[in-house]
C-alpha cells in the first residue's frame, strides 16, 4: 500500500535560515508524483511544489526546492532564507496509484508544524 | 475564475443537526474532491466525482454523509444527525484530467458539532 511519512510533528526555524523537512514515502509503483503543499492558521492547502519520478532534475520553485533521494524513497523539502510568514503546516502528498484507481486522490502524510523565530 | 470557493467557512452546530457546505470549483475542472482533516492530522480523502458521477467513495463516508454534483459544476457535502467526531476541516479540490492538472484546494469548511 501507498504510505507517506512525516517524522517531525514540529521544528524550530529562525528567520533567514534554511529548514529541510522530511517526507518519505512507500509505493511500488515505477511513476508517481510527490507534491509539498502549505497550510497556515486560516486552513487553505496552498500548493508549494511537485516532483514527479521521472523527472531528471529535482524541483525548485523560488525559495522551495525538492531534495529527491529515489533510493532511499525521499522527497524533504528545502525552504531557504524562512520568513515569519513561513510559519505553517506542510504535508507531503502522493496521488494514487494510477494501477489501483484513476481518482488521482491525494495520500497526504500527518504534516510537520514549522515555526520560524524573528 | 478566483479558484476552488467553499461555503461557509466556519460552521457550529448542534450534535443531531444536519449540516451541508458548498464547493464551487475552478469552472473548467472536471474532477471534484472532498477530503476531512481531523486536528493534526493529514486530509483524507471523503469522495469524488468526475462530472455529475460520483465514482468513489470512502469508507468513512458513513450513511450520514451523502454528496451530490448536480450538472457537474457546483457539489454540496450533507452531514444528517452530526455528531461530535464529524468535527474536522472539510476541504474540497478540483482538478483536470488528466487527473493532476491544476489540482486546486479551497480554503475548508471548519465544522464545530457541539
Known amino acids: 500500500a501507498q504510505k507517506i511519512t512525516q517524522t517531525q510533528p514540529g521544528m524550530f526555524v529562525q528567520e533567514k535560515e534554511a529548514v529541510t523537512l522530511d517526507c518519505t514515502y512507500d509505493?511500488?509503483?515505477?511513476?508517481?508524483?510527490l507534491f509539498w503543499y502549505k497550510q497556515p492558521s486560516s486552513g487553505e492547502m496552498i500548493f508549494l511544489i511537485y516532483?514527479?519520478?521521472?523527472?531528471?532534475q529535482n524541483a525548485t520553485e523560488g525559495r522551495y526546492s525538492l531534495n529527491f533521494q529515489k533510493a532511499r524513497k525521499s522527497a524533504n523539502l528545502v525552504i531557504s532564507a524562512s520568513q515569519l510568514g513561513d510559519s505553517a503546516m506542510y504535508f507531503c502528498?502522493?496521488?494514487?496509484?494510477?494501477?489501483?484507481?484513476?481518482?488521482?486522490?491525494?495520500?497526504f502524510g500527518s504534516g510537520t508544524r514549522l515555526l520560524v523565530r524573528p | 475564475d478566483t479558484g476552488v470557493s467553499q461555503d461557509p467557512r466556519h460552521k457550529i452546530t448542534k450534535r443531531g443537526q444536519n449540516v451541508t457546505f458548498r464547493c464551487d470549483p475552478i469552472s473548467e475542472h472536471n474532477r471534484l474532491y472532498w477530503y476531512r482533516q481531523t486536528l493534526g492530522q493529514g486530509p483524507e480523502f471523503l469522495t469524488y466525482f468526475q462530472n455529475e458521477a460520483q465514482l468513489e467513495k470512502s469508507r468513512l463516508l458513513s450513511d450520514r454523509f451523502s454528496a451530490e454534483r448536480p450538472k457537474g459544476s457546483f457539489s454540496t457535502l450533507e452531514i444528517q444527525r452530526t455528531e461530535q467526531g464529524d468535527s474536522a476541516m472539510y476541504l474540497c479540490?478540483?482538478?483536470?484530467?488528466?487527473?493532476?492538472?491544476?489540482?486546486?484546494f479551497g480554503s475548508g469548511t471548519r465544522l464545530t458539532v457541539v
Open positions: 502528498a502522493m496521488p494514487r496509484s494510477p494501477l489501483m484507481d484513476s481518482s488521482y486522490k491525494l495520500i
Open positions: 509505493t511500488s509503483d515505477p511513476s508517481y508524483g
Open positions: 516532483q514527479g519520478s521521472y523527472d531528471q
Open positions: 479540490a478540483s482538478s483536470s484530467d488528466p487527473g493532476l492538472y491544476g489540482y486546486t
